[in-house]
């Protein structure tokens, strides 16, 4: 019949992009930027994480003259005894996507699809955290100063100029309202490695998955 035709070639399509876009995401993961890039013998340290869907960069409260105890205040958390910890994990992605997915057992293909899409309704996450156990999850990264204050620039112009919070998913995190347009190319994972890119890090030059940032350290 015509239509199970036409059914079985959108389904095939589908399958193709799905398939091309994974390997344009992988390919793009392993093309390195920054490639004489190095870390120090002693820097700041930071830590990237994923917890399987997104991506994120956690960063000591002060250093390298950068002090995010004012931009992201232990007050906005439902527990502000939290504020005590000395990191910040920070990470950036569409609303709906990151409000719903928190992980990958609440993802649903109606979300992916609509985040995919493309949308200008992101939100910059923040949790006040102690610094994380280095595994498979988590990577350790040492930077200079100068590259620390690049990412730190970077990470705060993702920020919107007014920023709306909203509640995070537990008593020590928060969610503020963010710049920037979301969508399959420009994902969470994305934002991750621009701004390890821009602070001069060897990373890939287009790390749409989580694989794609931690792969580098």
């Not at 999850?137 to 990470?155: F, Q």
């Amino acid at each position: 019949m015509p239509f199970r035709r036409w059914a079985a070639r959108i389904v095939a399509a589908c399958l193709v992009l799905a398939g091309g876009y994974a390997v344009a995401g992988l390919i793009g993961g392993a093309l390195p930027a920054n490639a004489d890039w190095r870390p120090p013998e002693r820097g700041i340290r930071i830590y990237v994480e994923s917890n399987g869907v997104h991506v994120g960069l956690v960063v000591p409260k002060v250093a390298a003259g950068i002090d995010w105890r004012g931009w992201a205040p232990g007050a906005d958390v439902a527990d502000p005894r939290y504020a005590d910890y000395d990191n910040l994990a920070i990470g950036w992605g569409e609303r709906t996507f990151f409000l719903e997915t928190a992980t990958w057992a609440d993802v649903r293909a109606g979300t992916v699809i609509a985040a995919a899409y493309g949308s200008d309704a992101t939100l910059i996450h923040v949790e006040h955290v102690p610094a994380p156990q280095v595994g498979d999850t988590v990577r350790s990264v040492l930077l200079r100063p100068e590259e620390y204050r690049r990412l730190a620039a970077y990470i705060r112009a993702s920020a919107a100029p007014a920023r709306g919070r909203h509640r995070g998913y537990d008593v020590n995190d928060v969610f503020y309202d963010a710049r920037g347009h979301y969508s399959a190319i420009h994902t969470c994972n994305a934002w991750a490695g621009d701004a390890l890119r821009q602070a001069g890090v060897r990373i890939g030059r287009w790390t749409p998955f989580p694989v794609t940032v931690l792969a580098w350290f």
